[in-house]
């Protein structure tokens, strides 16, 4: 029987392939392949480790694990007692308080992808300020500026645009990945 | 022979593990983190040095921060309306360069203001910014010459009424 010239096409490929490759040559090849693979930094995780060193203090210490800790990574420019400790979330205020609509806006640097991204610092008004721990009394710089400059102000009680300007604590809300 | 060819299969298969493991890696960089919305460097100047008062997306507490939403570009109808823009205090004061507040003004009044900008306006460039914002106006009463500018843009450019809204007792009471 004739042999289909497709068959003879894969048959010379495959004699071709085994003529320049060995089992051992494989586990030569992939081991290789292992030991050089750190080299490149080609996945996103060895691009994060390449990324600048952290800027301040609270880069240095910031945790993405409890968001009840003033060291949580989205609190870097932070003033106040936080919602977390509030019955509240990070980026939620606790029942019967408002989110303010304004807020002063800045950027943290996430720890794990080490990447800067804009946070929304808003309070929550309209209850007697929270009476949480000390330890959840934070005082976040980062990129805050002087009250002259009261866009980028932490001190500021950003409640005045509420029906209640009463502040009852902060939150900080993910608002994208800085370009 | 067959055992050869099989050899040879797995041979060509030798980077497969390789792909797997760097697939797996991103895929599990990907599932690990919320989708989170990636921002266009304007956007990000626009968030940083505005979008604080007037919101992410223009609107705010309309009576206390004007809304910019399908509005802002209806200034562009009067020359003193596009100069009043840039000559505004927090922006002409802003630490952006000239370059940047260009594009951060484009952004807010093409982008933002939705179809408000009057068909075929120019887009602001760093020179007409720079010249701009070196005559802020810092020494007029601000509401007023706003509202000026406002009442003649609705009563002679089509603006809607909306434009008022600012500066109306912000709490309502």
Redesign the interface.
């Known amino acids: 029987m004739r042999k289909s010239s497709f068959d003879e096409l894969s048959e010379r490929l ?1 004699r071709r ?2 003529g320049y ?3 051992r ?2 586990i030569a ?2 081991g290789m ?2 030991a050089a ?1 750190p080299l490149f930094p ?4 060895a691009r994060a480790s390449a990324a600048e060193p952290p800027k301040t203090d609270f880069e240095r210490n910031a945790q993405v694990k409890d968001e009840t800790k003033c060291s949580y990574w989205k609190y870097c420019g932070s003033d106040g007692v936080l919602c977390s400790c509030c019955g509240g979330g990070s980026h939620t205020c606790p029942p019967g308080a408002e989110p303010s ?7 943290c640097v996430n720890p ?2 080490k990447r800067s ?2 946070i ?1 610092y808003r309070d929550c008004c309209g209850k007697p300020v929270c009476t949480a721990g000390k330890s959840c009394w934070c005082d976040g710089t980062d990129r805050d500026l002087p009250t002259y400059r009261s ?2 102000n932490n001190d500021i009680i950003w409640c ?2 509420n ?1 209640s300007a009463t502040y009852h604590c902060s939150t900080a809300a ?6 | 022979m067959a055992r050869t060819r099989w050899v040879d299969v797995f041979a060509q298969l030798q980077w497969a593990p390789l792909v797997a493991v760097a697939f797996g890696m991103v895929l599990a960089a990907d599932l690990k983190s919320e989708p989170v919305k990636s921002l266009r460097p304007v956007q990000g100047d626009y968030l940083l040095n505005c979008g604080g008062c007037h919101g992410f997306n223009g609107v705010s507490n309309a009576k206390l921060v004007p809304s910019l939403k399908d509005l802002v570009g209806y200034y562009l109808r009067t020359p003193e309306g596009r100069a009043y823009l840039p000559r505004l205090p927090n922006v002409a004061f802003s630490t952006l360069s000239d370059q940047k507040l260009a594009a951060v003004l484009n952004y807010v009044v093409f982008e933002i203001g939705g179809n408000s900008a009057p068909v075929g306006a120019k887009p602001y460039d760093a020179a007409e910014v720079g010249r701009w914002r070196k005559q802020p106006l810092n020494e007029v009463v601000l509401s007023q010459y706003r509202l000026q500018l406002v009442e003649n843009l609705i009563s002679q450019h089509q603006a809607p009424a909306e434009l008022r809204v600012y500066g109306e007792d912000p709490l309502g009471n």
């Open positions: 495959t392939l085994a490759s060995s089992r040559g494989f090849r992939l392949a292992l693979a080609l996945l996103p995780v609509p304004i807020s002063w806006i800045g950027t794990e992808d991204y804009v929304a866009s980028l005045f645009g029906a993910l608002v994208g990945l800085a370009g």
